[in-house]
C-alpha cells in the first residue's frame, strides 16, 4: 500500500505542484484513519488458542516434589515425594477444533522417604540389582501413545494408555525378577505409583489455561473444572494476562479450591476440614498457544477423626494431614 501511493504522488508531482499540494494535505488525515484502524484491531484483544506446528516435537521435563506431614495425636510423620517426568509431544493432526499429539516418555525418575518406606527409581542410571519400578519405568522409556484434546485446550482423552501399560506389565512378567508374580500384583503394585488417572491430570494442567475470549493485558478469565478422585472437588482458576513479550505471554493464576464433604459410614474417620489453594505463574508462546514453563504451588489441609476403637486405646483421635506441592514444568 505504501509504495503505492508513494507511486501515485510521484505521478502527481509530475503532473503539477498544485497537484502536489492537494496529495500533501490528505495524506495526514490517510495516516490518523489508519492508526485509528490499527487501534481497533489492537483492542479487539489476543486469541489465544493451542496452534503448534504439526510434526514439530516439543520436550518438555515436569518435576513435583511433594511434602507430607501427618500428625496423629503427638505422633509426627514426614514423606517427601520427587518425581520427574521427561517426555514429547509431537502434533500430528489438527482441525479447527481439535488436536492429536502423540506422547512419547524419555526419562522418568521417582524418589519416596519416609520412615515407612523408601523408593528410588531412575531410568537415568542402570542398577546393579533394579526394583520392580525400576525396570517399570526403564520398560516404558520410548514407549508412545497419543491422546485427543481440544483448541482451548478442553476434553482431553488419552489414547491406547491402557493397553501400552498392558503389554510393558506383560513384557515385565516373563522376566526372572517377577517369575511366579501374578501380572494383576504386578498392575497393582505399579499403580500405586504411577497410573493412568494422575497422568491425564498432569497433562490437563499443561492445557487448562486458554480463556473463551480475546483478552488485553490486564484481563482476567476463569477456568472451571470439577475433580471426582480422591475426593469430589470443584477448582476455579483465575488467570490473569500480566505482560507481552514479543513472542511470549506472561500469565499469573490463582485457584479456588473447594472439597465436597463425604459422608462416612459408621465406624469409619469422619473428615471434620478440607481446605486447599494453589496459585503459580505460565510463560505460554503467543504464536503456538503452547507452555513454556509454569510454577504451580499448592497446599492442602486434611482433618480425620477416627472413632474409639481398639487400635486407638478407645479414644476418639484426631489426624492431621498436611500436603505441600510444587509443580514445574519447562520447555526444554
Request: glycine content about 4%; overall charge positive; proline content about 4%.
Amino acid at each position: 500500500m505504501n509504495r503505492i501511493i508513494f507511486f501515485v504522488l510521484l505521478i502527481l508531482f509530475a503532473v503539477s505542484c498544485e497537484s502536489k499540494k492537494i496529495a500533501e494535505e490528505k495524506k495526514p488525515a490517510e495516516t490518523n484513519k489508519t492508526a485509528e484502524y490499527l487501534a481497533q484491531i489492537e483492542s479487539k484483544g489476543l486469541d489465544l488458542f493451542l496452534n503448534p506446528e504439526i510434526g514439530k516435537e516439543y520436550v518438555f521435563e515436569s518435576q513435583m516434589n511433594q511434602k507430607i506431614m501427618q500428625k496423629l495425636d503427638t505422633v509426627s510423620n514426614e514423606t517427601k515425594v520427587f518425581q520427574s517426568i521427561v517426555y514429547s509431544l509431537k502434533p500430528v493432526w489438527k482441525d479447527t477444533a481439535t488436536l492429536r499429539f502423540q506422547a512419547k516418555f524419555l526419562e522418568i525418575e521417582q524418589k519416596i522417604t519416609s520412615p515407612m518406606i523408601s523408593v528410588n527409581a531412575s531410568t537415568k542410571k542402570q542398577s546393579q540389582q533394579p526394583t520392580p519400578l525400576d525396570l517399570f519405568y526403564s520398560a516404558l522409556k520410548g514407549k508412545t501413545f497419543e491422546f485427543i484434546i481440544g483448541r482451548r485446550g478442553e476434553n482431553l482423552s488419552l489414547i491406547g494408555f491402557d493397553s501400552l501399560i498392558g503389554v510393558v506389565i506383560t513384557d515385565l512378567s516373563k522376566r526372572k525378577e517377577f517369575k511366579g508374580v501374578d501380572k494383576n500384583l504386578i498392575s497393582q503394585l505399579i499403580s500405586n505409583f504411577f497410573n493412568q488417572n494422575e497422568l491425564q491430570k498432569s497433562f490437563e494442567k499443561v492445557f487448562e489455561i486458554y480463556p473463551k475470549k480475546k483478552v488485553n493485558v490486564g484481563d482476567n478469565w476463569k477456568v472451571e473444572k470439577h475433580l471426582n478422585e480422591p475426593v469430589p472437588t470443584d477448582i476455579t482458576n483465575n488467570f490473569s494476562l500480566k505482560a507481552i513479550h514479543g513472542d511470549s505471554l506472561l500469565i499469573d493464576f490463582v485457584s479456588d479450591v473447594k472439597f465436597e464433604k463425604v459422608k462416612s459410614k459408621e465406624g469409619e474417620p469422619q473428615v471434620k476440614e478440607m481446605s486447599g489453594r494453589q496459585n503459580g505463574s505460565l510463560i505460554v508462546n503467543k504464536s503456538s498457544g503452547m507452555l513454556q514453563s509454569g510454577n504451580l504451588n499448592q497446599s492442602i489441609r486434611i482433618v480425620n477423626q477416627f472413632p474409639p476403637s481398639p487400635q486407638t486405646n478407645n479414644k476418639s483421635v484426631t489426624l492431621l494431614t498436611n500436603i505441600n506441592s510444587n509443580f514445574l514444568l519447562k520447555l526444554k
